[in-house]
């Protein structure tokens, strides 16, 4: 069993910065593959970022490649999600998850509960 907490969100103006970051509970952290996805209102949970249990592999949606970057610290039980440049359209509430394999797709095991990013014009 993990459990995952998300942490970082808020509100930023278009163009900065924000680092998510989701700790997670259990001595097996370093065994499972994260990932990172969001859901603006009305709209489907989409994929935003995924990291290996190594954190040798990424994989990251085309809307935030070059502006995102997914890293991990096992010894933290703690993976981050860095956006750079951001854009009114990233906001939405970010989830992170875990699983066995590095996936595009919701097929993870567990969810945290959300952390929710604005971003104004």
């Known amino acids: 069993q993990v459990q995952l907490v998300e942490s970082g969100g808020g509100l930023v103006q278009a163009g900065g910065s924000l680092r998510l970051s989701c700790a997670a509970s259990?001595?097996?952290?370093?065994?499972?593959?994260m990932g990172w996805f969001r859901q603006a209102p009305g709209k489907e949970r989409e994929f935003v970022a995924a990291?290996?249990?190594?954190?040798?592999?990424?994989a990251y949606a085309d809307s935030v490649k070059g502006r995102f970057t997914i890293s991990r610290d096992n010894a933290k039980n703690t993976v981050y999600l860095q956006m750079n440049s951001l854009k009114p359209e990233d906001t939405a509430v970010y989830y992170c998850?875990?699983?066995?394999?590095?996936?595009?797709?919701?097929?993870?095991?567990?969810w945290g509960q959300g952390t929710q990013v604005t971003v104004s014009s």
């Open positions: 998850a875990a699983g066995r394999l590095v996936a595009t797709t919701p097929a993870y095991s567990y």
């Open positions: 259990g001595r097996t952290f370093s065994r499972y593959a």
């Open positions: 990291i290996s249990w190594s954190g040798g592999s990424t």
